[in-house]
Structure formats: structure tokens, C-alpha cells
């Protein structure tokens, strides 16, 4: 029904910057938010940034200043700009987009659901 493709991840140096990618493809009536999660080895996964499809956004107090969010409405799409990257940054990053599907799918019309990217690893050195 849908498939989701990330992009993004990478090494970079402290102070660094990195655009992460997340575009949803295939039966899709209407992206409705999406957002940005963490997860560190030994740690719980964490929200980074959430955007709504009227763009009002919210962001974890680690990364406030440093990270936007923005979204294409139309592409069904979310990104994370990254800048002035610390080490504490480390993790793998996971999107998660909330669509309404096109027609009938099993118990309802038009259903809304959430997708998650496969994970992008970002390691930033000292």
C-alpha cells in the first residue's frame, strides 16, 4: 500500500550539518503530519521534530535551534535539516509519516495510518 524511502545519514565532524530525507510513495490521498525519532544504543527511541501538513511544527528541547523540520505536502515528504551537529547526536533516525489512504482498505474508507522509514544511522565525531 505505501512504501517509504529515507535518506540521508552519514559521518560527519562536530559542528556539521546533515538533510535527512523521508518520502512515502503509493496509494495516498493526503499526507497528514510527519516527524523525525531517535534512537542511541541502550536508549528508548525519542521524538527530535514533528511537523503538521499546516506546517506548525515542535521540536525536543536537545535539538530546538539546531534542527528544522519541513514537509512537501504534495511529494508526501518530511526533512530534517541538521546543523551544528554534536557528538550526543549520535543515532539511528527513524521517520514517521501519518497518511490517509486512497478508497476502501478492509474496515473503512479512506483510513488513516502511520509508516515508518527503515532508520538512517548518523554518527558525528569529535
Known amino acids: 500500500q505505501v512504501q517509504m524511502a529515507e535518506s540521508g545519514g552519514g559521518l560527519v565532524q562536530a559542528g556539521g550539518s546533515l538533510r535527512l530525507s523521508c518520502a512515502a510513495s503509493g496509494s495516498i490521498f493526503r499526507f497528514n503530519s510527519g516527524g523525525w525519532y531517535r534512537q542511541a544504543p541502550g536508549r528508548q527511541r525519542e521524538l527530535v521534530a514533528h511537523i503538521t501538513s499546516g506546517g506548525s511544527t515542535h521540536y525536543a528541547d536537545s535539538v530546538k535551534g539546531r534542527f528544522t523540520i519541513d514537509r512537501d505536502n504534495a511529494a508526501n515528504a518530511v526533512y530534517l535539516q541538521m546543523d551544528s551537529l554534536k557528538p550526543e547526536d549520535t543515532a539511528v533516525y527513524y521517520c514517521?509519516?501519518?497518511?490517509?489512504?486512497?478508497?476502501?482498505?478492509?474496515?473503512?474508507?479512506?483510513?488513516?495510518?502511520?509508516?515508518w522509514g527503515q532508520g538512517t544511522q548518523v554518527t558525528v565525531s569529535s
Open positions: 514517521d509519516v501519518n497518511v490517509t489512504l486512497i478508497g476502501w482498505h478492509g474496515t473503512s474508507w479512506y483510513p488513516s495510518n502511520d509508516y
